[in-house]
């Protein structure tokens, strides 16, 4: 194997040893298998092709100073792959099945965890597709559970750094009793172009407003959104949102350092009056905003003068690091120490 430059990796897909598949067929889920192959043998009526059956997660492991390695919040990940599963019609996959395919794979490319402050770590990939052949309107009756894991480098480039975004009007990343509290890939497919539009004026994302209304905050690219202000810690509350993992752990966190914590609707207005900004997900933990433009009434919302993180941002992004690498105790549950 090339020997990996560990400290400048990109935030993309690297072949690893193994991946882990496990199908659903007579309606029960099989053994996890283990496969080298990169490639899917797929059914060219699938209906994860035709009609967008397929759900998937997003997780992390991370090898700490005493090279142990960790993974956050792995049955977090677990339940949520299963209420996206419910979400649009396929099988949930079992949560004990979920954890142990985590488990094989890191085990079986544990020489592609990456070193204790490289600034990488071992990005996991789960997802479920529905495999049945057929042309009808109608979930699959079988399935494929997929596993497999890529070390990556930072999200963002820059690490832990201020960047600006931009309001979008032209575009809605979902509508408010449709699917956007799933992790599925029809709501990531619908946030390209606005995406590809925001990066080509020099944003790093696009900022979405409710579908409804467009008044109140909604998600700031394929990440939640939280701000601060008077001590609080604010992040919006909709019917269209993903629940970040990562967000619901910040305002755990947030609280335990004496901060409050809201779940509401913001309107796009209230920005005016937020000290910090920032979008959290699992990819890059915490993007701190530095300004937010409305291109369409001329207006800017300023977070950072200087270019530098917010205090309370930074104190949060670094605490759940060190949680996540071992630095700090685990007293929640969020740890999976891979034994």
Same mark, same amino acid.
């Given at each position: ?22 199908? =659903?067929?007579? !309606? ?5 298998? *283990?496969? +080298?192959? %990169? #490639? ?6 699938? &209906? ?107 999200? =963002?480039?820059? !690490? ?5 975004? *931009?309001? +979008?009007? %032209? #575009? ?6 449709? &699917? ?160």
């Amino acid at each position: 194997m090339k020997e990996i430059d560990w400290n400048n990796l990109a935030f993309g897909y690297m072949k690893t040893d193994y991946n882990i598949r496990c199908k =659903f067929t007579n !309606g029960a889920w099989g053994k996890l298998e *283990v496969h +080298t192959d %990169e #490639y899917l043998n797929l059914h060219m009526a699938a &209906t994860c092709l035709h009609y967008g059956q397929q759900g998937f997660e997003g997780l992390k492991a991370f090898r700490g100073k005493d090279g142990k390695i960790r993974i956050f919040r792995l049955e977090e990940n677990a339940k949520r792959l299963q209420r996206s599963c419910e979400g649009i019609g396929m099988e949930k996959f079992p949560l004990d099945k979920f954890k142990e395919a985590v488990i094989k794979a890191i085990k079986m490319n544990e020489r592609f965890v990456p070193p204790y402050e490289s600034g990488a770590t071992l990005y996991i990939r789960p997802l479920v597709i529905g495999t049945s052949a057929q042309m009808g309107l109608k979930p699959a009756t079988e399935f494929e559970f997929i596993l497999f894991v890529a070390p990556v480098g930072p999200f =963002f480039k820059g !690490g832990f750094t201020t960047t600006p975004f *931009v309001v +979008t009007r %032209e #575009y809605d990343r979902a509508a408010p009793l449709g &699917t956007g509290t799933y992790k599925i890939g029809g709501n990531y497919a619908a946030s390209l172009v606005p995406g590809m539009k925001a990066q080509a004026k020099g944003y790093s994302n696009v900022f979405y407003l409710d579908a409804k209304e467009k008044k109140y905050i909604d998600e700031c690219g394929a990440a939640n959104f939280f701000g601060i202000k008077n001590n609080t810690y604010i992040t919006p509350k909709s019917t269209s949102i993903l629940q970040s993992i990562t967000n619901q752990s910040l305002m755990i966190l947030a609280e335990e350092i004496g901060l409050k914590v809201e779940q509401r609707p913001v309107s796009l207005e209230e920005l005016d009056t937020f000290e910090e900004a920032g979008a959290c997900g699992t990819a890059a933990v915490i993007s701190p905003i530095e300004r937010l433009d409305d291109l369409d009434n001329n207006k800017s919302y300023i977070f950072s003068k200087d270019g530098k993180p917010g205090a309370i941002s930074e104190k949060l992004y670094n605490k759940l690091r060190a949680i996540q690498y071992g630095d700090e105790p685990d007293t929640r549950g969020w740890i999976t120490v891979v034994e």
